[in-house]
């Protein structure tokens, strides 16, 4: 258990549902991150957040839309959303934002759009 | 530009040999290096990481990286394989986001498979 919880495991949308993803950090930390992890392919940055602000928007597409409410929390909105957005959603967290503390990643989230 | 290479995709080793995992990067400045391993359905762990000091890094599980400047790697070792270390090995960079804060890059993994 890393201390860093993403909800729901798995999750199965059509492209013209809503859903949103939750991310809780249990450890104190300040910088939060969304990462869209697809086979044989670096893990993709979406977002960054230091102490609730947005500091990295990674040229993602409007249909993905971040909120973090407090420094705990994570969420990551999904609309309309495409067949190539299937993925593994990893949630992470670190410390600050240095870039050379450790960052703690929870399970992720497998998503399928049909 | 930041980058990271992984130049194998996978890595098959037979249990109680020696491994190896590479890792090439490209950085500007002091590189800030990182080994990740991903087991089935688990984020990512962090392994070990060098910043600064020595060039062997020794980290969780037994495993340790030699950071090695004028090739620019960062090759990640175990001396004795265990069935139990396979899994995906991710290798990051320390990259620059505006505001001075900073993000780790990654690669593409390398799957590491140990036959018993």
């Known amino acids: 258990e890393t201390g860093v919880t993403q909800t729901p495991r798995h999750l199965v949308m059509g492209m013209t549902n809503k859903k949103s993803l939750k991310c809780e950090q249990h450890?104190?930390?300040?910088?939060m991150y969304w990462y869209k992890q697809s086979a044989k392919k670096p893990l993709e940055l979406m977002f960054v957040?230091?102490?609730?602000?947005?500091?990295e928007n990674n040229s993602v597409p409007s249909r993905f839309s971040p909120e973090c409410p407090n420094s705990s929390h994570l969420f990551l909105h999904l609309h309309t959303l495409q067949p190539e957005d299937s993925a593994l959603y990893l949630c992470?967290?670190?410390?600050?934002?240095?870039?050379?503390?450790?960052?703690?990643f929870g399970a992720g989230t497998r998503l399928s759009v049909l | 530009a930041q980058s990271v290479a992984q130049p194998e995709d996978q890595v098959n080793v037979a249990e109680g040999n020696p491994l190896t995992v590479k890792c090439t990067y490209s950085?500007?400045?002091?590189?800030?290096l990182f080994w990740y391993v991903q087991y089935p359905n688990r984020g990512l762990q962090f392994l070990l990481k060098?910043?600064?000091?020595?060039?062997l890094v020794k980290g969780s599980y037994g495993f340790e990286a030699e950071f090695n400047k004028s090739q620019t790697s960062f090759h990640l070792k175990k001396p004795s394989a265990l069935v139990s270390d396979s899994a995906l090995y991710f290798c990051?960079?320390?990259?620059?986001?505006?505001?001075?804060?900073?993000?780790?890059?990654f690669g593409a993994g390398t799957r590491l498979a140990v036959h018993p």
């Open positions: 992470a967290s670190s410390q600050d934002r240095t870039g050379i503390g450790i960052q703690y």
């Open positions: 450890l104190g930390h300040n910088a």
């Open positions: 957040y230091s102490l609730e602000e947005r500091v």
């Open positions: 950085v500007s400045g002091n590189p800030y």
């Open positions: 060098y910043i600064t000091g020595d060039n």
């Open positions: 990051a960079v320390r990259g620059s986001l505006s505001g001075g804060y900073n993000k780790l890059i």
